[in-house]
């Protein structure tokens, strides 16, 4: 267990932060739903973020522009259409730690894994197996299983799955390096998240790189739950290869267009790709020529020209992101998930079991918890909580998730969270 002198479970205890708080005002930018005739203590920002206000008026500007202009909006929109991109793309560069170069947003997360996979997992008879973790995000399985077939190789021996060695469900290095060690030589690709969606687990992609790169192995990483939420430094590490969605940690809305990240020494390597004309040079782009002028960087891997209606609300997010400033958000985060955590040691130790990692950079703003009476009591908490409008959400078989974010969420969240719970001990006792 941590110790933190300093923390306590008390309501004005709580406040107080909340009202020293540097980026209170954060919260008012955001539309929390409504329970009761309050508002629900929402910790659920790792499966949708909340509707930052600013939304609604960026999408009536494009809807207007549309109306206004028709097809001229490609150059003459408040925000041109033709360069949207560009205007979201130092935003998320910044917030992933990336040069402008390595970042473009487009498409949705498992289609961009698709995309890149098509470029860097370029199997052999030698050297075709793509190292994932046991319990994946079923998606990730799906695409490198999918992979694995179209490439004429076989699953069930290609798709390595490392198994989680660790008292929560979680995974030490050790054990990746073992996976790496002796399966090395046969692994084309290594993919593994950022953050693990089930368990909260962090992981540290350098130095995963390094081992994967050492055994002539690409790494890729999928930075759903990490985008937003970790420090990430995507260039600094070294993989050739992430992505994202927006509609977690990023609050750009319910399938909002997600991200790619492809590292600036393959920025003018001519891989082989799945080619579309939006991933031609802007400069030629519209001289209509028979070849494909690839554009420098992760922009060369887009297909089509951009949703304007998915992008804007990306646009909106981001300057709360900017405003804020990801080192003072992550400051914040490890501070509010550390309350959290040292609450349900304190107060509910007894009924409730934390998986996620203690370390503070071993995890983000998640915690997955596991109800010591089982999954039926799981499950029973979990409509509790629900009833009393404080949002988790609940991963099976038997996962509470609770993401505390930065951004909107309060020390008096998570004091309410372990309030409702301890209710709910008080009637299932
Ligand atoms: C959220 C999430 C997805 C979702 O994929 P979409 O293509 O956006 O539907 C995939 N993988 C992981 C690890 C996720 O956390």
Request: charged share 20%; glycine share 8%.
């Amino acid at each position: 267990m941590m110790h933190h002198d300093d923390f306590c479970a008390d309501p004005a205890w709580a406040r107080a932060q909340d009202a020293a708080d540097p980026l209170r005002a954060l919260r008012g930018e955001f539309l929390i739903p409504p329970h009761a005739g309050g508002e629900q203590t929402y910790l659920v920002g790792n499966s949708l973020g909340l509707e930052p206000r600013g939304v609604r008026q960026v999408l009536i500007d494009e809807l207007d522009d549309w109306a206004r202009l028709g097809v001229e909006g490609h150059l003459h929109a408040r925000h041109p259409w033709l360069p949207y991109q560009r205007e979201v793309r130092d935003g998320l560069a910044e917030i992933v730690g990336a040069e402008p170069v390595e970042v473009v947003a487009m498409n949705s997360l498992t289609t961009n894994l698709h995309l890149l996979l098509v470029s860097f997992y370029r199997p052999t008879p030698a050297r075709h197996a793509i190292l994932i973790e046991r319990h994946a995000f079923p998606s990730d399985r799906d695409l490198a299983a999918s992979q694995i077939r179209f490439h004429g190789f076989d699953p069930a021996q290609a798709l390595l799955e490392v198994d989680p060695d660790e008292a929560g469900g979680t995974l030490s290095m050790a054990a990746i390096e073992h996976a790496l060690a002796e399966h090395g030589q046969r692994i084309a690709l290594v993919l593994l998240p950022g953050v693990q969606y089930l368990t909260g687990q962090a992981f540290d992609l350098a130095a995963i790189t390094e081992l994967a790169h050492a055994q002539g192995c690409v790494a890729g990483f999928d930075c759903a739950h990490a985008a937003g939420n970790i420090d990430l430094r995507l260039h600094a590490a070294g993989c050739d290869f992430a992505a994202w969605c927006s509609y977690k940690y990023l609050n750009a809305g319910p399938g909002a267009i997600a991200g790619a990240f492809v590292h600036a020494r393959h920025a003018r390597a001519r891989l082989p790709r799945f080619e579309g004309w939006w991933g031609r040079n802007q400069a030629t782009r519209f001289q209509m020529r028979p070849e494909f002028d690839a554009a420098p960087g992760a922009e060369g891997w887009q297909l089509s020209n951009p949703p304007i209606l998915a992008l804007a609300p990306l646009r909106a997010s981001l300057e709360l992101f900017q405003r804020a400033g990801m080192q003072r958000l992550r400051e914040k985060s490890k501070r509010l998930t550390a309350y959290l955590a040292w609450l349900i040691e304190t107060q509910l130790a007894d009924t409730l079991e934390i998986m996620t990692p203690a370390a503070p950079d071993r995890r983000g703003a998640q915690l997955s918890i596991r109800v010591r009476a089982g999954r039926d009591a799981g499950q029973s908490l979990f409509d509790y909580m629900t009833a009393h409008g404080v949002l988790g959400d609940w991963r099976e078989p038997d996962v509470m998730r609770i993401a505390p974010t930065p951004m909107y969420n309060t020390f008096a969240d998570c004091l309410r969270y372990v309030e409702t719970a301890k209710a709910w001990r008080r009637q299932h006792a």
